[in-house]
């Protein structure tokens, strides 16, 4: 039983470079998130599905978008990458939205921009 | 913005010790649920604690919610090396439109 899982773990990128970071879940969850983590910061929510063909912006969405692909995958693509972006990147899944409901984590994606 | 802060930011204790670690946040919530995180890895949820309750526990594992102080507590009871992570609250807030804010944690080390 897989859970969350995030493709690649570890990944550098040149400044201006294009890159997608892949999630799945293999949970039948409807409601997946991606989240960014940085020292001192906590976990930063960049944007969430609620369902299969939904998604929005979280907390700091500029430079990312979403692609919430089917229930199972949800990507998040850096169109150009600015050594701001240098980050680790979570993905987690839920059964559904918030409330009262436990997210579940992938391992993360550690992202590196030069 | 954070939510939740917890306290303290690190805390070094030794085997078989209790470790408390303290969450306080801003607004009025709908739960708070705490999590753990080891070095490396994603987060994994610990316990989850609605407004209206006081306590609750799982294992050895003890959290206290005072909605009144707008605070929580994760007590770790007989701490064990492999306790060893750092601990995050996160506040669901109540209301309208619901979502979920992480704090920035607190970084256990248990000595053997």
């Known amino acids: 039983n897989a859970g969350v899982t995030q493709t690649p773990k570890f990944q550098v990128l040149k400044t201006g470079q294009s890159m997608t970071l892949q999630c799945a879940q293999d949970?039948?969850?409807?409601?997946m998130y991606w989240y960014r983590q940085d020292p001192g910061m906590g976990l930063r929510l960049i944007y969430y599905?609620?369902?299969?063909?939904?998604?929005d912006k979280g907390e700091v969405p500029n430079g990312y978008n979403v692609s919430r692909l089917n229930k199972r995958e949800f990507s998040l693509r850096l169109e150009s990458a600015a050594p701001s972006q240098t980050s680790v990147y979570f993905c987690?899944?839920?059964?559904?939205?918030?409330?009262?409901?436990?997210?579940?984590f992938g391992d993360g994606t550690r992202l590196s921009i030069l | 913005s954070q939510q939740g802060e917890e306290d303290p930011q690190a805390l070094s204790i030794q085997e078989g010790e209790n470790a408390t670690m303290n969450c306080s946040y801003k607004?009025?919530?709908?739960?708070l649920q705490w999590y753990r995180q080891n070095s490396g890895r994603g987060l994994v949820h610990l316990i989850l604690?609605?407004?209206?309750?006081r306590e609750k526990h799982s294992g050895r594992l003890r959290v206290t919610l005072d909605t009144s102080k707008k605070s929580s507590s994760l007590l770790i009871t007989a701490s064990r090396a492999a306790d060893t992570a750092s601990y995050f609250c996160?506040?669901?807030?109540?209301?309208?439109?619901?979502?979920?804010?992480f704090g920035t944690g607190t970084k256990l080390q248990v000595i053997p």
């Open positions: 987690a899944s839920s059964v559904q939205g918030y409330s009262n409901q436990p997210q579940h």
């Open positions: 949970m039948n969850h409807n409601s």
């Open positions: 599905s609620a369902s299969e063909g939904t998604t």
């Open positions: 607004t009025s919530i709908n739960n």
């Open positions: 604690i609605r407004s209206n309750e």
């Open positions: 996160a506040t669901v807030n109540s209301g309208g439109y619901q979502k979920v804010t």
